[in-house]
């Protein structure tokens, strides 16, 4: 496994930096996925084992995530873009990892006093709500992370250098993230099923102590060892008469509440109060939140942005909620980290296939074939609902999931590398930072979803709701397919195959 992670590449002998610098960059990603990723697939079962026969608090920890990186997302962005490296990096990883302890402690305590609910329902519902706070906090954190190693990062180490080293760094990047996604939860699951849920508990939160350090020193060694980073940091600090948020954007920001509370507030009559809700509208505009999503909206590849989104309004992942019905329908946690760890292991060589079917029909074309390919194996999940023998289900439920991820990770890869060609570096954090945002808000209509039909033997609804979004998602992205290339299937050359045969 170490071999294919991070031995060097072909092309990052021709860098102008050491490639071992290369090594510390996944090394440090692959520990701090790692943390996510565990905590990702332990709290649903953590959740429908404090309170059993209902999908609520599992649904609620999703709504409060989600709702914490939709609300905060755009934030987040603009603090990584605004921030300098090195204090992006202490902020991202001290609060990743404390907020994860917290959660972890938290939980260790709710398992050990099962009975707390009754006994002490005050105590209960704080436990659980600094659980749910401190697991938002952690990954809003995470958030943090992901925007600077993948969206910044990895594009400012590719400028210059051998051409081709973007896709693949991309490439083991998620296949970094999906290694953990196999792993980390097989061995969660392992010591769920043959030690306790407590020891689960225990274990996450000794990892999220003890790796902090190694993940910092990784992560500084790459800055001080690579100059373009360095020159990019510096390019952040030097004052840029033409942003809209400089060194000065306190000030600024506080200036535009107290015009647009001015322009608001006045009556004049109707033409004036006409020009002054125009005038209104432009400093609402320049608040940093909007401004944010203005900048999005403005994009070129809103539209791939989008239909990636709306594949995170979905239970068919092995997220909380399905990871939560499958426990209640009996399958045992280790059988449920396999399958995820299958899941990965198909995302991993969706990160090989790739650079090679990118290389060959484009990066719009490979996006295109990917989302279809999803919604493909998704129809097994689909048919699932009317088999009724509960085991057969399931396992088409795993498979179905399982099996889609090769045209899910492919498609995720082919939308970010867009979004790294087309968005012009000023607005690339801007726009990574409301792209996660846009994608929480979806997942977070998901685990909404989830609190309205919380009785896991509905769970069939919240399949096909997800399957009509992920439909919907092709649909958007074929849309923007045509309108780019004007065509979606080269017919002549489908003709010519024909006659030639």
């Known amino acids: 496994m170490n071999t294919l992670l991070l031995s060097p590449e072909p092309s990052l002998a021709q860098c102008s930096f ?10 440090g990603h692959f520990l701090a996925r790692w943390g996510a990723r565990m905590w990702e697939f332990s709290v649903g079962l953590y959740m429908i084992s404090i309170w059993p026969e209902s999908l609520l608090l599992a649904a609620i920890y999703g709504v409060v995530e989600s709702s ?30 404390f907020s994860f302890m917290t959660a972890g ?18 105590a209960f519902i704080s436990l659980i709500s600094i659980t749910n706070i401190s697991g ?14 993948e969206r910044e990062w990895v594009v400012v180490i590719s400028e210059g250098q051998p051409p081709g080293l973007l896709t ?21 699951g392992f010591i769920i099923s043959f030690v306790s849920l407590r020891a689960s508990s225990v274990a996450f939160g000794l990892l999220s102590t003890i790796s902090v350090w190694f993940q910092y020193s990784l992560f500084v060694s790459v800055y001080n060892g690579i100059p373009s980073l360095s020159e990019s940091n510096q390019r952040r600090i030097t004052p840029k008469a033409s942003s809209s948020w400089g060194d000065d954007s306190e000030q600024n920001y506080s200036a535009l509440e107290g015009e647009t509370s001015k322009f608001c507030r006045k009556g004049y009559s109707t033409s004036a109060e006409s020009s002054q809700r125009g005038n209104c509208a432009e400093q609402v505009l ?28 979905t239970v068919l992942s092995f997220g909380i909620l399905m990871t939560a019905t499958l426990e209640w329908e009996g399958t045992p946690p280790f059988v449920i980290g396999i399958a995820r760890g299958i899941s990965a292991t198909i995302g991993i060589a969706a990160t090989l296939v790739y ?11 490979t996006g295109l074939w990917s989302i279809w390919s999803q919604w493909t194996f998704l129809l097994v999940c689909v048919a699932s609902i009317w088999v009724k023998d509960n085991h057969v289900s399931a396992y088409m439920l795993m498979g179905g999931v399982a099996t889609s991820r090769l045209g899910l990770w492919m498609f995720d890869l082919a939308v970010i590398q867009q979004m790294q060609d087309e968005v012009p570096e000023s607005d690339r954090c801007v726009v990574g930072g409301v792209q996660n945002s846009l994608q929480s808000i979806l997942d977070l209509m998901a685990y909404v979803m989830g609190i309205f039909i919380s009785n896991p033997q509905d769970f069939w609804k919240l399949m096909i709701l997800s399957f009509l979004a992920v439909t919907l998602s092709a649909l958007l992205y074929t849309v923007y397919v045509y309108r780019v290339r004007k065509h979606l299937i080269h017919w002549e050359k489908i003709c010519c195959w024909i006659f030639d045969s």
């Open 168 to 188: 693949r760094m991309n490439s083991v990047i998620r296949r970094i993230d999906l290694i953990c996604k196999l792993f980390a939860p097989m061995v969660s």
């Open 286 to 313: 320049k608040i940093p939140l909007f401004g944010a999503w203005k900048t999005y909206l403005e994009q070129e590849v809103l539209l791939p942005g989008v239909s990636l989104a709306l594949l995170y309004f």
């Open 18 to 27: 050491p490639t071992s610098l290369v090594t510390y960059l996944y090394s």
């Open 105 to 122: 402690a938290a939980v260790t305590i709710l398992l050990s006093c099962p009975n707390l609910k009754s006994t002490n329902f005050a």
């Open 136 to 149: 938002a906090v952690g990954v809003l954190s995470t958030l943090a992370g992901t925007i600077l190693i």
């Open 355 to 365: 650079p090679a079917l990118q290389s060959r029909i484009s990066t719009i074309r």
């Open 68 to 97: 914490s990186t939709a609300l905060f997302g755009p934030t987040v962005g603009q603090l990584v873009d605004k921030l300098t490296y090195p204090k992006v990096l202490r902020l991202w990883l001290l609060t990743q990892n």
